[in-house]
């Protein structure tokens, strides 16, 4: 028995002298150069579950957060290559093992059975860890052939190489707004709080905002400071709608307005 959502993704092979069986589900989001999150595949009876995972023998470039830290020099470029490869994609998971404060590692392998984590240290957007066995040997080439080629993260640093980052609450929304009304802006969706209302990150100036989404309101999800969600009633699949379409999405955002407090609003 397992009280652990992985335990109710689907199997896709039974699991022989101990080794972890594959699962299967679908890519739901790209945390980091390194880390997705993966949903299971069959949502008929609601928001599936859900399983974090760091790919195992090999360390992206960190994003930095709103509390300071920076970005690693070329961590966007890699989560930014790991979103358009994997985004939506069905994919086939095991964990095989996890951190001491929790954070599980393991493989993750496209339809076509590719290494998701020879794609990216062959393409240059992570390092592969120091370890034994031929897969850890496989990374290890790969990851030579990359730095000699100077492919993504091994290629000289410039300007753009680390973000400039406009974290929400640190600029005047009332001035973004009429620098950029009614002009359709390329963004990424980066969070559903709940059905209508995202956190959005305006590109290339990588403002991220919070948006309403004008003309509607989707039932509320409130959280406490434990992480227990407070859902009032169809509030969860009204999210999970919006996040299956739309999360770490490319999309465009036109701003309509912004009330007194600062909020924005507008159209996806």
Not at 118 to 136: F, H, I, M, Q, R
Request: aromatic share 6%; with cysteine.
């Amino acid at each position: 028995t397992c009280a652990l959502p992985i335990c109710h993704l689907t199997t896709t092979t039974e699991s022989k002298m101990g080794q972890p069986s594959l699962l299967n589900g679908v890519v739901k989001a790209v945390l980091s150069g390194d880390t997705l999150l993966i949903m299971g595949a069959d949502s008929s009876k609601g928001p599936p579950p859900e399983k974090q995972i760091s790919l195992t023998g090999v360390a992206a470039p960190r994003l930095g957060n709103r509390n300071g830290t920076p970005d690693q020099p070329f961590a966007w470029g890699a989560r930014e290559f790991l979103r358009k490869q994997v985004i939506g994609k069905r994919v086939t998971f095991k964990v095989e093992s996890a951190t001491p404060t929790g954070r599980e590692m393991g493989a993750a392998y496209m339809e076509d059975s590719t290494s998701i984590a020879a794609l990216l240290v062959s393409n240059g957007w992570a390092k592969a860890k120091p370890g034994d066995g031929p897969e850890a040997e496989e990374l290890a080439g790969l990851s030579r052939q990359a730095e000699e080629q100077q492919l993504g993260m091994w290629a000289p640093q410039t300007d753009g190489s680390v973000r400039a980052m406009h974290w929400g609450g640190t600029f005047d929304s009332n001035a973004l707004f009429e620098e950029v009304k009614s002009k359709p802006q390329d963004a990424i969706i980066e969070q559903v709080a709940t059905g209508s209302m995202l956190r959005i990150m305006l590109l290339p100036s990588f403002h991220q905002i919070t948006l309403m989404l004008s003309g509607i309101q989707s039932p509320s999800i409130k959280r406490a400071e434990d992480g227990s969600e407070d859902a009032a009633p169809f509030a969860r699949e009204a999210r999970f709608f919006v996040e299956t379409r739309l999360l770490h999405r490319d999309i465009q955002v036109k701003l309509d307005g912004v009330d007194k407090s600062g909020a924005l609003f507008g159209s996806v």
